[in-house]
């Protein structure tokens, strides 16, 4: 076992591998990296509202690699990455159990460009009490809101009565990886080209900042998860972890 100190380390390891990099949130304060054999491990608390350890690697030095981070960093933390290997840690690691399946969409590339429908705009901080009575109408679920730590800015669009329309999140951002989060259309105003608009701009906008941009979806999310490929954006099955209460 050997512990990474640098951002450095940390990509070299991992062959640059957007989820551990994200994960790293540019080895802020409090994040730590650990590599075995040729897996890699980055815990990092508090991100997307989550202790997590981004895992990659083969499962067999996966494993021991899991059980060392989370002796260090205590059972808060969860694994996350490649579906096929968190599927198979719970086997070898004790106490750990498959928690959920869902995908990571991820692209280097700005969207198509296409003719502005709506205008969109970068929302001022004291607009965020409207994007809050948004999220709470079309997206109560979710992890992005306003004041939460991480969250950076919020994009949005308005109707023709001047409404919050549609929102997306700048959120949990690292070097070298832009991070799209909060995702949510007024009920009143899906089906108008709305989400794809703002969607487009922050992924257009967190492209030329870091290169490339990602977002987690759930599965059962087809709607999303066709607008977002529309968009120019792969798909790539992941998976959690926890350890049992």
């Known amino acids: 076992m050997r512990e990474l100190s640098y951002l450095g380390e ?10 551990v990099m994200w994960v790293a949130q540019g080895m802020r304060p409090g994040v730590r990296a650990f590599a ?3 897996a890699v491990a980055v815990a990092c608390p508090d991100v ?21 981070a989370l002796t260090e960093m205590g059972p808060t933390y969860r694994p996350i990455g490649e579906a096929g290997l968190i599927r198979a840690l719970p086997e070898r690691v004790p106490g750990l159990r498959f928690a959920a399946q869902f995908s990571l969409m991820r692209t280097a590339a700005a969207p198509p460009r296409q003719a ?43 109707d023709g009565q001047g409404r919050l ?20 259309t007024a009920p009143r105003a899906r089906g108008r080209g709305y989400a ?35 968009l120019g954006l792969s798909r790539h099955p992941v998976a959690a972890a926890k350890l049992a209460p």
């Not at 997307?48 to 060392?68: F, K, N, Q, Y």
């Not at 329309?165 to 949510?184: E, K, Q, R």
């Not at 941009?213 to 709607?223: C, T």
Request: charged residues 25%.
């Open 116 to 158: 502005a429908e709506h205008d969109v705009r970068w929302l001022e901080p004291a607009e965020e009490v409207r994007v809050k009575e948004l999220l709470a109408q079309a997206f109560p679920a979710s992890y992005a809101r306003p004041g939460v730590s991480g969250v950076r800015r919020w994009a949005g669009a308005e």
């Open 10 to 19: 940390v990509r070299a390891a991992c062959g640059d591998d957007i989820l």
């Open 165 to 184: 329309a549609a929102v997306t999140a700048d959120a949990w951002s690292a070097p070298g990886t832009g991070f799209i989060a909060g995702v949510a």
């Open 48 to 68: 997307s509202c989550r202790d997590r350890l981004a895992v990659r690697g083969p499962v067999r030095d996966a494993a021991p690699l899991v059980r060392h």
């Open 36 to 38: 075995h054999g040729d």
């Open 196 to 230: 794809a608009a703002v969607f487009g701009f922050v992924l257009a906008d967190l492209v030329a900042a870091h290169g490339r941009a990602a977002l987690l979806v759930d599965d059962d999310n087809p709607r999303a998860i066709a607008l977002y490929a529309r």
